[in-house]
């Protein structure tokens, strides 16, 4: 399938609360889902009813390219509050790889809840079985974790393996920092497979190397502060902040 213009490459975010979504888009949501990952009608549909909101892409004729899931949750950590935003499933087509329209609309939203939660410290908790989910991290944030060239930090470490918990209890493996689903959701063969100059890409090479078990939908959990400091400077220019 080829393009004939740019403005068939050009997709359109937007964020819509789960309760909100109706049939049709939440079958389209399944369907492309299905497509590229090994997931079950009604694992998906549990899944999305414990989120809060969507990241809808969907390209000039309306139809569904990509999208991601999120949750907002409270934690008490050592008698302080915190804040958790939970990214779930995340896909967007292969024609739309490198747009950066879902950069932008789910950057906005960070920020956005950034401001709504003023003082209270916020987190993104990120599960990835994928290379591509795990690139979000060095493409958003000055520091992530887990990462390549340093330790967690042990307060984050004990934020993350909290939040991890909360989640996923028992399927939460803190030695190993892998969530191992009762109802995995791999990529299907093909889609994604690392070649030999990507695994040299530092980001990615670690990512393999922490999260073996990927093929079989393993998920690495991960954690950023979200704080206005810590965002890349491309990000701060993509959201004019």
């Given at each position: 399938m080829?393009?004939?213009?740019?403005?068939?490459?050009?997709?359109?975010?937007?964020?819509?609360?789960?309760?909100?979504?109706?049939?049709?888009?939440?079958?389209?949501?399944?369907?492309?889902?299905?497509?590229?990952?090994?997931?079950?009608?009604?694992?998906?549909?549990?899944?999305?009813?414990?989120?809060s909101s969507?990241?809808?892409?969907?390209?000039?004729?309306?139809?569904?390219?990509?999208?991601?899931?999120?949750?907002?949750?409270?934690?008490?950590i050592d008698d302080e509050p915190v804040k958790i935003l939970f990214s779930g499933d995340t896909i967007v087509h292969p024609d739309f790889w490198g747009s950066l329209e879902l950069p932008r609309v789910w950057g906005k939203f960070?920020?956005?809840?950034?401001?709504?939660?003023?003082?209270?410290?916020?987190?993104?908790?990120?599960?990835?079985?994928?290379?591509?989910?795990?690139r979000f991290l060095p493409t958003y944030f000055n520091e992530f974790f887990p990462r390549h060239d340093c330790e967690t930090p042990a307060q984050l470490q004990k934020i993350l393996d909290i939040a991890a918990t909360e989640l996923f209890n028992s399927a939460y493996d803190a030695d190993r920092g892998i969530i191992r689903l009762e109802n995995p959701t791999p990529l299907r063969s093909g889609v994604?497979?690392?070649?030999?100059?990507?695994?040299?890409?530092?980001?990615?090479?670690?990512?393999?190397?922490k999260n073996?078990?990927?093929?079989s939908g393993d998920e690495l959990a991960c954690i950023a502060r979200l704080h206005l400091d810590n965002f890349k400077s491309y990000v701060r220019r993509l959201l004019k902040i």
């Open positions: 080829g393009f004939t213009s740019e403005e068939d490459k050009r997709l359109v975010g937007r964020v819509v609360p789960v309760n909100q979504l109706d049939d049709g888009i939440r079958d389209s949501m399944f369907a492309l889902m299905q497509q590229f990952y090994f997931v079950e009608r009604p694992a998906f549909f549990s899944d999305l009813a414990n989120k969507v990241v809808l892409l969907a390209d000039c004729n309306g139809v569904l390219q990509g999208f991601t899931s999120v949750a907002l949750f409270d934690l008490n960070m920020f956005e809840t950034l401001q709504a939660c003023g003082e209270t410290p916020l987190y993104w908790f990120l599960i990835s079985s994928g290379y591509k989910t795990y994604s497979d690392p070649s030999k100059e990507r695994q040299a890409n530092r980001h990615i090479a670690f990512f393999l190397l073996p078990g990927h093929n």
